[in-house]
């Protein structure tokens, strides 16, 4: 079991994920690695396969047969038939899988938490650390001192300004449309959202890649044995009549006896496809549920990302400011809000809180509002030097009746 527990701490939930992502490359993968490595010290420590053999057989021949019988495939006959005579009716009738479960799941783990590893290769191209903004989101949140706590949040809103003035300048080249599609929305600010979908979109093809999959390694014409396998362990049926995993199996082999072949045909007993059977039943639900959460995470997604004014109502949700400062919220969100921001602030929230979302979204609230109103001030000649500082509590009286959802710091609770 120590072996178990080492190869299992190597899959640690990380903190770049958002919504179902941690369903597909954490619970999922170390699930099946478990059940893998469990059935592998079963094949190697127990005996995967007993056969009933002739009673000449010595020990030594009885091992050989079983040994002969795991390596090659046995072969399933309804217990109301007779033993086909023909070689070939025998071989169609070949169970392929049993021996290779372990090999099988270890490839699914592999395939599960492989778009994980190409999330994080992806986002870091952005020029972006998400591990090393929501970590500091998170020191934010567990800060004792208000000055650290206000450094970790100001750090992060320079990151946010400093990405958004990245993608202006980009723009600013006037690339063509060939070229912002190679960039894969690296130039129009939406880089991240777009690779967040398409890993999405990976986690989806891989389960349904990976149903179709199993339905050909089991042999299983239907796509809906699961539901089948599932009625007939709750009405009670058996697998003799079924055949669905069936833990009594045939299997022939030839041996040389004084320089001729005799062929014997045993049966043997399969005692690992009483447990394949549950759990191959068990994953073909679960990647039903988790396909149906990833779907829905998806697609919420992209509506939060790229319909009209879901940016707006994603930071209103934080915040709220007075009428008279609403074209000036439109404003902000159009400036500063771009799909990738509405990415990380969900997934700063979702390892952090909200309480630290919307002390990020006022920070960068009031800095443009302050920008804003400077611009208002030179503009009107009340101040001549740009560069010069603007008190933007004593500028209007607009700030006063600004309402956000930040608690006061010795009391903070989010306010939905």
């Known amino acids: 079991m120590n072996v178990v527990g080492s ?89 392929i899988y049993y021996q290779w479960v372990s090999f099988i799941m270890g490839l699914e783990a592999l395939f ?63 690339p063509t449309m060939m070229k912002r599609i190679a960039k894969f929305g690296l130039v129009d600010g939406c880089f991240i959202s777009n690779s967040y979908l398409f890993i999405k979109c990976l986690y989806m093809l891989n389960l349904i890649g990976q149903f179709l999959m199993q339905n050909q390694f089991l042999g299983q014409h239907n796509h809906l044995w699961g539901a089948t396998i599932l009625n007939d362990i709750i009405s009670g049926s058996n697998w003799e009549d079924t055949g669905n995993f069936p833990r009594i199996a045939m299997c022939d082999f030839e041996v040389r006896v004084l320089g001729n072949f005799q062929r014997y045909s045993v049966q ?21 549920v988790v396909f149906v959460f990833t779907l829905t995470d998806t697609i919420q997604m992209a509506i939060r990302t790229r319909a009209p004014g879901k940016k707006e109502q994603f930071i209103r949700k934080f915040m709220k400011v007075s009428l008279k400062d609403d074209d000036l919220l439109i404003e902000f969100c159009k400036r500063k809000i771009n799909a990738d921001i509405v990415i990380l602030l969900q997934i700063i929230s979702n390892h952090s809180s909200d309480i630290v979302t919307t002390e990020i979204i006022d920070i960068m609230w009031k800095d443009h509002k302050e920008n804003f109103l400077r611009k208002e001030a030179v503009e009107s000649g009340i101040i001549t030097n740009c560069d010069g500082k603007f008190d933007l509590e004593e500028s209007s009286d607009e700030e006063n009746s600004q309402k956000t959802n930040i608690p006061n710091k010795n009391n903070r609770k989010f306010i939905p």
């Open 268 to 288: 043997c007993v399969l005692v690992l496809n009483m447990f394949n059977e549950k759990i191959f039943l068990f994953l073909y639900w679960w990647f039903i």
């Open 112 to 174: 599960f938490y492989l778009p994980s590893a190409v999330w994080g290769a992806l986002y870091r191209k952005s020029g972006i650390n998400i591990l090393a903004m929501t970590k500091a989101a998170m020191e934010a949140e567990n800060a004792a001192d208000e000055t650290a706590r206000m450094k970790k949040l100001g750090i992060i809103q320079m990151h946010f300004d400093e990405y958004v003035r990245l993608n202006q300048a980009r723009r600013k080249y006037n």
């Open 7 to 95: 190869i299992l701490n190597l899959i640690k939930p990380k903190e770049d994920d958002l919504g179902s992502d941690r369903m597909n490359y954490f619970y999922t993968t170390v699930i099946i690695t478990f059940v893998s490595i469990t059935i592998t010290m079963k094949q190697q420590v127990g005996n995967p396969l007993q056969c009933w053999v002739p009673h000449q057989f010595g020990k030594p021949w009885e091992q050989y047969a079983e040994n002969y019988c795991f390596v090659y495939n046995t072969y399933w006959v309804n217990p109301d038939e007779r033993v086909p005579t023909s070689v070939q009716e025998r071989v169609a009738k070949q169970l």
